[in-house]
T-cell receptor, first 117, second 114 residues
Framework: DAGVIQSPRHEVTEMGQEVTLRCKPISGHNSLFWYRQTMMRGLELLIYFNNNVPIDDSGMPEDRFSAKMPNASFSTLKIQPSEPRDSAVYFC???????????????FGAGTRLSVL | AQSVTQLDSQVPVFEEAPVELRCNYSSSVSVYLFWYVQYPNQGLQLLLKYLSGSTLVKGINGFEAEFNKSQTSFHLRKPSVHISDTAEYFCAVSASGGSYIPTFGRGTSLIVHP
């Protein structure tokens, strides 16, 4: 398996622009997670899905952030409008079903480095 | 809810020296414990995990960790490090029941000098 695939790897945009980050989870994984990593806050869980349904989005910082999972093999994280403080590395991770999988392991993509100027 | 404290933000060490990265956790329920490693410009990958049984857990690349319930610790060790071990190391904890969503620590940057 190719692992979790994220695109783009790098994104540079100007404040106010819309940004869309993409993720393809590992085939057969029913759970998908979006994280944000910064020096100040470390690794933050933004939202996670189970069987394409958003379960907990309490980590999404503002209404400017939205995430979708239209099918089992694709998810997007959108920021509209973007702001300089959104600059970070955004990771997508996938795992086997959350319930019933003891000691569930998360598999991370390589991340998208976002810079908002 | 669970929380994780990684006591050192940065650990410099010389090549072939031993290293210990410290991790303490708090939880009101039984937990599973993990160490993940993040190499530069890559995502996190699992190094090792403790679910139950022997408190000494061996992982990839010669790393091991020991679960100490009384001290609520899960320190990571390697007897002899290599330059290639330079990376960010994250300790994580999840509750042993429920959704198993992990809580990650802030990370420890291991810097191996020649």
């Amino acid at each position: 398996d190719a692992g979790v695939i994220q695109s783009p790897r790098h994104e540079v945009t100007e404040m106010g622009q819309e940004v869309t980050l993409r993720c393809k989870p590992i085939s057969g994984h029913n759970s998908l997670f979006w994280y944000r990593q910064t020096m100040m806050r470390g690794l933050e869980l933004l939202i996670y899905f189970n069987n394409n349904v958003p379960i907990d989005d309490s980590g999404m910082p503002e209404d400017r952030f939205s995430a979708k999972m239209p099918n089992a093999s694709f998810s997007t994280l959108k920021i509209q409008p973007s702001e300089p403080r959104d600059s970070a590395v955004y990771f997508c991770a996938s795992s086997l079903p959350l319930t019933g999988t003891v000691g569930n392991i998360q598999y991370f993509g390589a991340g998208t480095r976002l810079s908002v100027l | 809810a669970q929380s994780v404290t990684q006591l050192d933000s940065q650990v410099p060490v010389f090549e072939e020296a031993p290293v210990e990265l410290r991790c303490n956790y708090s939880s009101s329920v039984s937990v599973y414990l993990f160490w993940y490693v993040q190499y530069p410009n890559q995502g996190l990958q699992l190094l090792l995990k403790y679910l139950s049984g022997s408190t000494l857990v061996k992982g990839i690349n010669g790393f091991e960790a020991e679960f100490n319930k009384s001290q609520t610790s899960f320190h990571l060790r390697k007897p002899s490090v290599h330059i290639s071990d330079t990376a960010e190391y994250f300790c994580a904890v999840s509750a042993s029941g429920g959704s198993y969503i992990p809580t990650f620590g802030r990370g420890t940057s291991l810097i191996v000098h020649p």
